[in-house]
């Protein structure tokens, strides 16, 4: 340890976008963090960080975005455990939940292989908060008693895919698809195929929880030609399915 006190790393969920949805222990160990290892999308919850009188800490961005430069997962492993070795109270502050798509395990294993403490402060999930942000509730008796949460960052078909989309089409549940604007075809060729009707309703939200929010309502054989034609871009939330028509904001 060269000397110095055995430092340790928080992973904190930063939530959908809006500062205010950061929890509150969240917002504390932002408070006394020595390092802040952030993403792209947790940046807006930096913006009231430090309070009055709390030290400055060393901010590094690390990306995490597809179409800008970021750093491998790998790199960011190896700068959690390195900061931690030397003594720092590190945070690295993730958008949403970093156990929901977040690759909050790889680092927490690369934490554990290296005997660094690591420690999960959960977070709001865009996942489940950002639909809600605009109207839609997940989930409703009449419609809806089941949702699955899917990475789109694989198109269907991917030989490293792991995702049922056969299944998921045949299904009755709430489809809440994250990091797949870039393959919107091929998602709504995938459940299409897969038998879920032409008239499914769909919703794209595209920057949920902040001020630039927008929402995309469409049906499933349209959403490809409409998220085009509206120019839609990542971070976006697609929810498929009857609780898409809603909006009970």
């Not at 769909?202 to 085009?228: F, M, N, W, Y």
């Amino acid at each position: 340890m060269d000397g110095h006190a055995a430092g340790e790393v928080w992973l904190v969920g930063a939530g959908p976008g809006d500062p205010g949805l950061l929890t509150v222990r969240g917002r504390d160990l932002l408070a006394t963090a020595d390092v802040i290892v952030v993403d792209r999308l947790a940046l807006a919850v930096l913006d009231g960080a430090p309070p009055d009188g709390a030290p400055p800490a060393q901010i590094i961005h690390v990306g995490k975005s597809a179409t800008a430069p970021s750093w491998s997962q790998e790199r960011i492993n190896a700068l959690l455990v390195e900061r931690a070795r030397a003594g720092a109270r590190v945070v690295r502050l993730k958008g949403g939940d970093p156990y929901v798509l977040g690759r909050g395990g790889e680092e927490a294993e690369a934490c554990a292989a290296a005997g660094v403490r690591c420690t999960v402060v959960p977070g709001v999930t865009s996942a489940l908060a950002v639909p809600a942000l605009a109207g839609i509730p997940v989930t409703h008796r009449d419609v809806a008693q089941e949702i699955a949460i899917i990475s789109g960052h694989l198109a269907p078909g991917h030989p490293d895919s792991t995702v049922d989309w056969p299944g998921l089409a045949a299904s009755r549940a709430t489809l809440v698809i994250l990091m797949g604007v870039a393959r919107l075809i091929a998602i709504t060729e995938a459940l299409l195929d897969g038998g879920r009707p032409e008239a499914t309703p769909v919703a794209v939200i595209e920057r949920g929880g902040t001020a630039a929010q927008r929402v995309l309502r469409t049906t499933l054989d349209g959403l490809a030609v409409d998220a085009i034609a509206a120019g839609v871009r990542s971070p976006a939330v697609i929810v498929i399915g009857e609780v898409a028509a809603r909006n009970d904001a």
